[in-house]
C-alpha cells in the first residue's frame, strides 16, 4: 500500500509519465553519477553523457480548441505510448507542462541526440492520434536538447540548470524554424 501511495506521488495521473517530484528525488543521483565518469577517467567512454530532452506538442491549444480536452488528453496518452516505444526503459520521461515533455537520456552519447530527436519526431508525426468518436487529428512536437556536462574537459563548469536552459532555447530555436523538428 505504501509503495503504491509512493508510485502514485511520482508519476503524473494522465499520462503515466513521471512527474516533477520524481525529477527532483532522482536528478541528484543521475547528475552525480554523471559528474563521476567525467571527473574519474581522462576519457570517459562513449556512453557518458547525460542528454536533457525537451519538447512540446506544436499547435497542441488548436488541439483542445478545436476538439475539446478531452481529445487533448487523448493526444498526451497516447503521446506517452509513443515516447515508451522511442526510448528506453532506463530514461526518465518527465510530463514538464501541459503539453511539453522532458526526458533525461541516461548514459548515451551526445553524439546521438539529433538522430534520436529525429526518431521522436517521426514516431509523432507519421500516424495520426485518436481522439475519439472515429476522429483522428495529426500532431507534430519540436525538440530542443542538450548534453550534460555542457563541456565534457569542465564538467563542473555549468549545473544541470544550464543544460536545461539550453534546450529550452534550442526548442524556441526549432519552434522558429518551423517547428516539427
Not at 511539453?100 to 529525429?118: I, K, M, N, P, W
Request: with cysteine; proline share 3%.
Amino acid at each position: 500500500r505504501t509503495a503504491e501511495l509512493r508510485e502514485a506521488s511520482l508519476t503524473d495521473a494522465l499520462t503515466g509519465l513521471r512527474n516533477r517530484r520524481y525529477l527532483e528525488l532522482r536528478l541528484r543521483d543521475d547528475l552525480r553519477l554523471c559528474l563521476r565518469r567525467f571527473e574519474h577517467s581522462q576519457t570517459p567512454g562513449p556512453d557518458s553523457d547525460l542528454v536533457l530532452m525537451l519538447l512540446d506538442l506544436d499547435h497542441f491549444k488548436q488541439v483542445n480548441d478545436a476538439h475539446g480536452h478531452a481529445a487533448g488528453d487523448a493526444v498526451l496518452v497516447d503521446l506517452a505510448q509513443r515516447l515508451r516505444l522511442v526510448f528506453r526503459e532506463t530514461d526518465s520521461l518527465v510530463r514538464w507542462g501541459g503539453e511539453e515533455v522532458l526526458v533525461l537520456v541516461r548514459e548515451t552519447s551526445r553524439d546521438d541526440a539529433a538522430e534520436l530527436a529525429a526518431r521522436v519526431c517521426a514516431a509523432v508525426r507519421e500516424q495520426a492520434f485518436d481522439i475519439g468518436f472515429g476522429q483522428t487529428v495529426q500532431v507534430t512536437t519540436s525538440i530542443g536538447f542538450a548534453a550534460f556536462p555542457l563541456d565534457p574537459q569542465q564538467p563542473q563548469a555549468w549545473d544541470w540548470q544550464a543544460s536545461l536552459g539550453l534546450a529550452d532555447s534550442a526548442l524556441y530555436a526549432a519552434k522558429a524554424r518551423g517547428r516539427d523538428g
